[in-house]
C-alpha cells in the first residue's frame, strides 16, 4: 500500500518567513495530493490540492509543487502569520479508482513567531 | 451550509465496555469515510461506503470494530469490547462521489478507554 512520509516534523518560523514542508510517496499510482491544516480540538481543513497532472498550484500565500518523477511533493507557504501556526498534514491517493481514501504524513507542527 | 458533525464529541469508557460513535455527513455526500488518528500521528484509513454498503472496509484494525450507514447518510461506529489502545480521536469525512476526491472532515470523537 502506500507510504507517505512527512518531514520535517516541527518547524519553527519568524512572522513574515516563508515556510516549506516536504511529503515522499512511495505509489507512482497515486494522483492526487491534498495538503491539510489542523488546528487544536478540531478536524483537519484542506487547505490546497494538486492532481499529478499540473506541476504546481498556488492560492494567494499557499502553493504545492508536484514532482512525479521524484514521488515528491512540498508545501510553500509565504509571509507567514501567527495564524499559520498548526499542524499540517500532506495525503496521498488513487483518483479514478473506486476508492479515494487518502494516506496521511505524521504532521508538520508549524509554529509561526509573532 | 453545515459541515460534517460528530457526536459525541468526547467519550470516557472503561475497558471491556460496547461504544457507538455517530457522523453526520454533508448533505447529498455519498461517499463517507472513517479515519482514527493517535496523538501526534496523522489520521488512518478505517473504513469507506459509497451509498449504504461498505465498499472498503481494509483498515478495521479488528473484529472488534464495525460501521453502518444503513439509509446512505448517518453512519455509526460501532466497538466492542474496548480496549485501551482503541483510544485515539476517531474523524469521519464525507465527499461528493464523482465529482471531486475533496473530503471534508468533521470534528471528531476523543475516545477514552480506562
Do not use: M
Not at chain 2, 12 to 29: A, Q, W
Amino acid at each position: 500500500g502506500e507510504n507517505v512520509e512527512q518531514h520535517p516534523s516541527t518547524l519553527s518560523v519568524q512572522e513574515g518567513d516563508s515556510a516549506v514542508i516536504k511529503c515522499t510517496y512511495s505509489d507512482s499510482a497515486s494522483n492526487y495530493f491534498p495538503w491539510y491544516k489542523q488546528e487544536l480540538g478540531k478536524g483537519p481543513q484542506l487547505i490546497i490540492d494538486i492532481r499529478s497532472n499540473v506541476g504546481e498550484k498556488k492560492d494567494q500565500r499557499i502553493a504545492v509543487t508536484l514532482n512525479k518523477t521524484a514521488k515528491h511533493f512540498s508545501l510553500h507557504i509565504t509571509e507567514t502569520q501567527p495564524e499559520d501556526s498548526a499542524v499540517y498534514f500532506c495525503a496521498a491517493s488513487l483518483s479514478g479508482g473506486s476508492n479515494y481514501k487518502l494516506t496521511f504524513g505524521k504532521g508538520t507542527l508549524l509554529t509561526v513567531n509573532p | 451550509g453545515a459541515g460534517v458533525s460528530q457526536t459525541p464529541s468526547n467519550k470516557v469508557t472503561e475497558k471491556g465496555k460496547y461504544v457507538e460513535l455517530r457522523c453526520d455527513p454533508i448533505s447529498g455526500h455519498t461517499a463517507l469515510y472513517w479515519y482514527r488518528q493517535s496523538l501526534g500521528q496523522g489520521p488512518e484509513f478505517l473504513i469507506y461506503f459509497q451509498g449504504t454498503g461498505a465498499a472498503d472496509d481494509s483498515g478495521l484494525p479488528n473484529d472488534r470494530f464495525f460501521a453502518v450507514r444503513p439509509e446512505g447518510s448517518v453512519s455509526t461506529l460501532k466497538i466492542q469490547r474496548t480496549e485501551r489502545g482503541d483510544s485515539a480521536v476517531y474523524l469521519c469525512a464525507s465527499s461528493a462521489f464523482g465529482v471531486s476526491n475533496e473530503q471534508f472532515f468533521g470534528p471528531g470523537t476523543r475516545l477514552t478507554v480506562l
